[in-house]
């Protein structure tokens, strides 16, 4: 159980990722405050669902990521897809979110494997491809698909 908490995490860096690359607001602007797993609910042998916190500073508009998924790589090898639900990031305000998020293994890999990977307690050679779709309010809904190829988790984790 302890072990799996690492894949909650690979999931809140990639939100993490997601919050400060969405181009509906000042995307420079944008800081994350913290980050860290709420809790983990093992849902069968090969998935868990969980709950991310995700601390965001918007100094920008009000915008919404309502579709986010994707999947986490080690050394080229997909060990996991994600998908987190909708949220909204009120404009003008730091807050924290909660982003119930669901991380399935993909075929082929074992949860020995994953905690094998776990166990090393670093981030190095993972990687995410997230896509996302983020909207904006102005004079109706306006909305624009984003995606995001070779992430490197361990850097993002550096600049939490």
Do not use: W
């Amino acid at each position: 159980m302890r072990k799996l908490r690492h894949i909650g995490l690979l999931c809140v860096l990639a939100a993490c990722l997601l919050a400060s690359s969405c181009g509906v607001s000042k995307i420079k602007d944008i800081a994350l405050t913290s980050a860290d797993v709420q809790y983990l609910v093992p849902t069968s042998t090969r998935s868990v669902d969980c709950k991310l916190l995700l601390g965001v500073n918007n100094p920008g508009r009000r915008f919404a990521l309502q579709e986010v998924n994707g999947d986490i790589r080690y050394q080229d090898k997909v060990l996991a897809h994600f998908v987190t639900g909708p949220v909204e990031i009120a404009g003008k305000s730091e807050q924290v979110y909660e982003l119930p998020c669901t991380v399935r293994l993909a075929d082929g890999v074992s949860l020995l494997e994953v905690l094998v990977i776990s166990s090393k307690r670093n981030l190095q050679g993972l990687k995410a491809d997230i896509n996302l779709l983020a909207a904006l309010r102005k004079d109706g809904v306006i909305k624009a698909p984003y995606t995001f190829s070779d992430v490197d988790l361990s850097q993002i984790s550096k600049q939490q």
